[in-house]
């Protein structure tokens, strides 16, 4: 089923891949009313984890470019929970980016802008939200960004 925003991603160049599944013991997506909570999608594309300290390993741009495969992550879980539609999407309400950085490190908020700047780009003024940027000093797997999102869905 074809609808504004799968278009929108087409001509974005983005293929949504079926939505990955958890690496432990949680649901990758919770429900309530119409309130969807998407667990912590991990920076990864289709070479594998992107991994590394962000003011170390990889640049601004290499974090924001980790943190934009997130976005993909969560829409596609967003996609998986609305049962394929993506048309039942109506907004994204709140993000938390977490950035595995160095201690000096500033700019995470940078680094979350991959995600945030996807989401507007995809979904226009629905996709502007509320947002938290948080440094951390290890994330799983040694990912260089994790991110979790709260959605508003029909």
Same mark, same amino acid.
């Given at each position: ?14 293929? /949504?891949?079926? =939505?990955?599944?958890?690496? =432990? +013991? ?18 990864? +594309? ?18 924001? %470019? =980790? =943190? ?5 992550? #969560? /829409? ?12 039942? /999407?109506?907004?994204?309400?709140? #993000?938390? $980016?977490?950035? +595995?950085?160095t201690p000096d490190f ?7 802008? $991959? ?8 979904? $226009?003024? %629905? ?28």
């Amino acid at each position: 089923m074809t609808n504004a925003i799968e278009s929108r991603l087409a001509e974005l160049g983005v293929t /949504l891949t079926d =939505a990955p599944a958890p690496a =432990a +013991n949680y649901v990758p997506f919770v429900q309530s009313g119409s309130t969807l909570y998407i667990s912590g999608q991990i920076s990864q +594309n289709e070479s594998g984890l992107i991994t590394g300290k962000v003011g170390d390993d990889l640049t601004v741009d290499e974090g924001a %470019a =980790a =943190a934009r495969t997130c976005a993909i992550s #969560l /829409l596609s879980q967003v996609k998986a929970a609305c049962g394929g539609d993506l048309s039942r /999407l109506v907004r994204v309400i709140k #993000l938390t $980016g977490f950035v +595995n950085s160095t201690p000096d490190f500033a700019d995470q908020p940078k680094v979350i802008n $991959g995600c945030s700047d996807f989401f507007v780009e995809a979904l $226009g003024e %629905a996709g502007r939200h509320a947002r938290s940027a948080v440094s951390a000093g290890a994330l799983p797997l040694n990912v260089a960004v994790e991110i979790e999102g709260i959605f508003e869905i029909k």
